[in-house]
């Protein structure tokens, strides 16, 4: 065989045995699974639901007072400034609150103005509160006590539900020792999940007594009954 031709064909073998090894190294290689440790313990679970109870004592009530008044120009710059310290002589140590403020002029040339504020104000103070506005009103503007209502204030409230939460923490803790002891592991808390809705229990809206008219009552505190549930789920890693 001539040397040309000897050399032609291993040069032909050698491209060929290449090729076949580029087209075995496309080919798709099986996967391979591997098991990994999972980040995450493995936890014993206990799920349960606490709820505690607590009243809610009121000895304050919120009280409405509606001016009316009919002023000239040069009244209706003092105006606000009087009201305020009239507001502040009908229930002394009282924050009052302007919640609305109005004025229109009439056909006669007069500003007609018609105010709120409200304040809360302690129980035992409450005897006579509406004479004391009708003292306050002289001719061209009237004080009246529009509302009296008896109940918690939302401050008294939000304590309440704090204090309630102190309760289910120290129960949820109490829980936890008596299970170590008893299973002789180390719980601890998951989660806890407040029932929000449950806050007032089986009173579907604070228990407030109205009264629009009439004397002046309220001596005896008003309580209110709060609810706080908690869903929770205690944990021990096996």
Do not use: C
């Not at 496309?26 to 591997?34: I, Y």
């Not at 309630?164 to 989660?191: H, T």
Request: no cysteine; aromatic share 8%.
């Amino acid at each position: 065989m001539n040397k040309k031709w000897f050399f032609a064909a291993i040069l032909i073998a050698g491209l060929l045995l290449l090729v076949s090894i580029v087209r075995a190294s496309d080919k798709p290689t099986t996967p391979q699974v591997v098991q990994l440790a999972s980040p995450y313990p493995s936890l014993d679970r206990i799920h349960y639901v606490v709820q505690k109870e607590q009243w809610v004592i009121s000895d304050s009530a919120r009280v409405i007072v509606g001016v009316n008044a009919n002023l000239t120009d040069e009244a209706l710059d003092q105006f606000q400034d009087k009201m305020n310290k009239n507001l502040a002589m009908l229930a002394k140590n009282a924050s009052w609150h302007i919640t609305q403020f109005n004025r229109n002029q009439d056909s006669s040339g007069l500003e007609q103005v018609s105010a709120q504020a409200e304040a809360r104000i302690d129980n035992s103070t409450l005897a006579g509160l509406r004479a004391k506005a009708d003292k306050l009103s002289s001719p061209g503007i009237k004080y009246v006590i529009v509302d009296i209502q008896y109940g918690p204030s939302d401050e008294d409230i939000q304590k309440a539900k704090n204090t309630l939460r102190q309760k289910m923490y120290a129960a949820i803790e109490e829980e936890i020792r008596s299970l170590n002891k008893l299973y002789k592991q180390d719980f601890f808390v998951n989660s806890i999940d407040f029932d929000l809705n449950s806050d007032f229990g089986s009173a579907p809206s604070p228990m407030l007594m109205k009264f629009s008219g009439g004397a002046d009552n309220g001596a005896v505190p008003v309580n209110q009954k709060l609810v706080l549930q908690a869903d929770v789920i205690l944990a021990a890693k096996v």
